[in-house]
């Protein structure tokens, strides 16, 4: 089955740790993207990637980073400078940077 | 700037009642517009979308036009059911100018749907 996975599901994490998100896709997609949505508002663009090796800051991207070494793979590091790293974070992809996007089911970040 | 608004919920329904979910948008150039649908503790979904004006997206019984004159893309179900109940998010594609275009999509804030048998 092709599709878009995202692991862990639900993630806890002591306040001042870095914590990674996967992000991964087989449907062979060039473009990636995270975005964070907190209860009551709309999602909102944290970095994108157009092709490997190439990533851009989107909206709200103090306190986050990422790396796109394969295709297939976008992962997401929550910093410690990150002021309010508990939300839902969801990664999407697009066939090319300007196709339909789809979702991953994503990744609840709880920080204690 | 681009940006979406919806109409705030919760919208709550009997089921078999017709749905209207109002979204409207603001724009420059000619923007995609999407419905997306988010079940509880999801990702998003695509429901449907519509890329040019009087474009009608069409999905699991659900509908909207994109109305460029009034600049809206409003969702309706004629007969909605229980399993209907989620999350529903308009959004349009707004441009990211980086070494060509890049599709930033733009989300209203989501208007949650409660269907009661």
């Known amino acids: 089955d092709g599709g878009i996975t995202q692991s862990p599901k639900y993630l806890f994490r002591k306040e001042g740790q870095n914590v990674t998100l996967s992000c991964e896709q087989n449907?062979?997609?060039?473009?990636m993207y995270w975005y964070r949505q907190d209860p009551g508002q709309g999602l909102r663009l944290i970095y994108y990637s157009q092709i490997v090796n190439d990533f851009q800051k989107g909206d709200i991207a103090e306190g986050y980073s990422v790396s796109r070494e394969k295709k297939e793979s976008f992962p997401l590091t929550v910093t410690s400078a990150q002021k309010n790293p508990t939300a839902f974070y969801l990664c999407a992809s697009s066939p090319r940077p300007m196709d339909t996007q789809y979702f991953g089911p994503g990744t609840r970040l709880t920080v204690l | 700037g681009n940006s979406v608004t919806q109409m705030e919920g919760p919208v709550t329904l009997s089921e078999e009642a017709f749905l209207t979910i109002n979204c409207t948008y603001t724009?420059?150039?000619?923007?995609?517009l999407f419905w997306y649908v988010q079940y509880p503790g999801e990702g998003l979904q695509l429901l449907l979308k519509?890329?040019?004006?009087?474009d009608k997206g069409s999905n699991k019984g659900f509908e909207a036009t994109y109305r460029k004159e009034t600049t809206s893309f409003h969702l309706e179900k004629g007969s909605v059911q229980v399993s209907d109940s989620a999350v529903y998010f308009c959004a349009l594609s707004g441009w990211m100018n980086y070494g060509g275009a890049t599709n930033k999509l733009i989300f209203g804030t989501g208007t949650l749907l409660a269907v009661q048998p």
């Open positions: 724009a420059t150039g000619y923007p995609s």
């Open positions: 519509a890329t040019k004006a009087d």
């Open positions: 449907l062979n997609h060039d473009a």
